[in-house]
């Protein structure tokens, strides 16, 4: 298993991995429209953080924007192909996440969580409570209905890999 960072950096392989990343989150995110979740995927103040198994496999990831002036990063998608769902790679992910995002000097992230996706949430640090000052995050993501905020501090002293 490997976590890679994808950029949609005009390169065939990673234009590939997004492709297969994008296709999970249509798949394991049936609600969102397709077309929002392509756009993001390749825009370019978005990164993802893929899972990859036997080196060219994608099995899942993360994708995300930092604000880095604000010392915070969305996450706005995050899925594991179905058949490996529930065997701990999306912990594994998010800690490699957490382990990414800390060198880069962000402090917190948020998220809209589903509501079948809280419970896996709240296993990974992440609270109800946003403790962000608004000043700091409101008006830089959007307001979505469809989901819980939440947020998740990243301390800077914490070995997050495992
Ligand atoms: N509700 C409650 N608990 C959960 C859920 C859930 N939906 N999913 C996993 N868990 C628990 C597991 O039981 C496990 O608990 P344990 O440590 O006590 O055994 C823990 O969370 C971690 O489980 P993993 O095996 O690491 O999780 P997995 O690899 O399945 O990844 C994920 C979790 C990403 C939510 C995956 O199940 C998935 O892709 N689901 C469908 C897509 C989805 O819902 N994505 C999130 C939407 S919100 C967003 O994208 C911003």
Request: overall charge positive.
């Amino acid at each position: 298993i490997d976590f890679k960072i994808i950029t949609n950096n005009g390169y065939h392989d990673s234009m590939k991995m997004l492709i297969d990343l994008k296709n999970i989150f249509a798949r394991q995110l049936p609600k969102m429209p397709k077309e929002y979740i392509v756009r993001l995927v390749f825009d370019r103040n978005h990164e993802s953080m893929c899972i990859i198994k036997d080196n060219t496999k994608v099995i899942g990831g993360i994708c995300y924007r930092k604000y880095p002036t604000q010392r915070f990063a969305e996450i706005a998608f995050l899925a594991i192909t179905a058949n490996l769902q529930v065997k701990g790679y999306g912990t594994r992910l998010m800690n490699k996440f957490k382990e990414h995002i800390q060198k880069q000097d962000v402090e917190y992230l948020l998220t809209y969580a589903d509501n079948y996706a809280i419970g896996y949430f709240r296993k990974q640090g992440f609270y109800q409570e946003i403790k962000m000052h608004p000043d700091r995050w409101k008006g830089f993501i959007k307001d979505y209905d469809g989901g819980t905020l939440m947020e998740c501090y990243v301390h800077s002293n914490i070995d997050y890999g495992n």
